[in-house]
């Protein structure tokens, strides 16, 4: 009798442990097409196929985790520029405005740089990238046509992390978009607003029809794709959780690591500063300028707006600038004439690659300082 029992109870738990596995299957099968499902994004490219002879992009930015779409916190409506196609048939419909939150979005991204990285790959995953790395949406209409300026020296191993994650990012989000690596020629001290003051001048002369402007660091990478990359009615800072900070804003009126301003907004505050040489205060300069001219930073909701930093060391040749706490106290009186109007810069090469285009330009020196009496 106590066998039959013991045998009986054996039984009833094994049916249990089936049950609950069956249960844990099913359980997992529905969180896994729930988190894939936008990143898949399988019937809109089934219906952009019969809609149009353009390919559908292939998504090839492969996150490891998603989070519940909750959308952009607190953004504004970005300005209204739609770009008109130009290669569109007569037998096709007429393209619509690219949807102001894209449906493609699979949200935070697991973000990692311990797998080895080459130009190549990153190449063959984004081949409807064009020469230059200009990209434009086949299947709508973008609303604004966007330059991403990246100040560069020496930094290779950094770009090809930061091409393998945001073009796919960008393409994801429907940005019409061009890439310029704007990278100083020789060892002279480092000026990264300045380099950005260039990147502005020349994306206009290879493209005039840019009105937006995104500045990043290169060795910084989102980790949510709905932190969109696009202009606001005010200026806005993308960066606002890095990693290195603790995924926390450092302090009210930091606006460094990536931000954007249209082309009006960029003008209206004389660009950023040329004589910031050296590591540090260049971006508290700049937010200075945009508090003067009247406009407030925008920025998005702290649980989309983290980025992950590649480590590194200090680079040769920006150390940090000893005189940057006494420029930034000065901003009101030095924004008029230090900026996009004093400009000056020798440009050595544009060359245009698969993935960006590189302008390489010669910026000066920083001036000699003067002698303690």
């Known amino acids: 009798m106590t066998r039959l029992l013991l045998g009986v109870t054996l039984e009833r738990i094994c049916k249990a442990v089936l049950l609950l596995c069956l249960l844990h299957f099913v359980i997992i099968m529905i969180l896994y097409f729930d988190v894939y499902a936008q990143h898949l994004d399988f019937f809109s490219r089934f219906n952009a196929r019969n809609a149009s002879r353009t390919h559908p992009f292939s998504n090839s930015s492969r996150p490891n985790g998603t989070v519940p779409s909750y959308g952009p916190a607190g ?11 130009t290669n569109q048939s007569a037998t096709e419909k007429p ?3 690219c949807q102001e939150i894209p449906p493609g979005l699979v949200g935070r991204l697991l973000i990692e740089f311990s797998s080895p990285m080459s130009m190549e790959r990153v190449q063959r995953e984004n081949p409807d990238v064009r020469q230059g790395g200009k990209y434009t949406p086949p299947d709508c209409l973008p ?13 290779e191993h950094h770009l090809k992390y930061w091409l393998h994650y945001l073009h796919p990012i960008l393409r994801r989000q429907k940005v019409a978009y061009g890439i310029y690596i704007i990278n100083q020629f020789g060892e002279d001290t480092f000026n990264r607003a300045k380099l950005l003051n260039v990147g502005f001048m020349e994306a206009l002369k290879d493209d005039e029809e840019y009105d937006c402007f995104i500045f990043s ?11 969109l990359y696009r202009c606001y009615e005010q200026p806005r800072h993308f960066a606002v ?11 009210a009126g930091y606006f460094g690591g990536v931000s954007g301003l249209s082309k009006s907004q960029f003008l209206k505050i004389n660009g950023f500063p040329n004589e910031y040489w050296g590591w540090g205060g260049e971006d508290d300069d700049i937010f200075n300028r945009i508090s003067l001219n009247g406009m407030k930073v925008s920025r998005p909701d702290i649980r989309i ?30 924004m008029k004439r230090d900026g996009i109007s004093s400009l000056q810069y020798r440009l050595v090469e544009i060359s245009r690659q698969p993935m960006y285009t590189n302008i390489t330009v010669e910026i000066g020196r920083p001036p000699p300082r003067l002698a303690r009496g």
Request: hydrophobic residues 30%.
């Open 75 to 85: 953004a504004e409506a970005p300005s209204p520029s739609t770009k008109p196609s």
């Open 217 to 227: 660091d290169v060795d910084l990478i989102p980790m949510d794709d709905r932190n």
């Open 143 to 155: 609303r604004q046509k966007v330059a991403i300026l990246i100040p560069f020296r020496h930094r």
């Open 305 to 334: 707006g983290r980025y992950r930093m590649i480590k590194h060391e200090r680079d040769k040749h920006n150390e940090p600038n000893p005189q940057r706490f006494t420029k930034i106290q000065n901003t009101k009186m030095t």
């Open 95 to 97: 393209l619509q405005p």
């Open 241 to 251: 959780g890095m990693d290195k900070f603790g995924f926390r804003l450092p302090y």
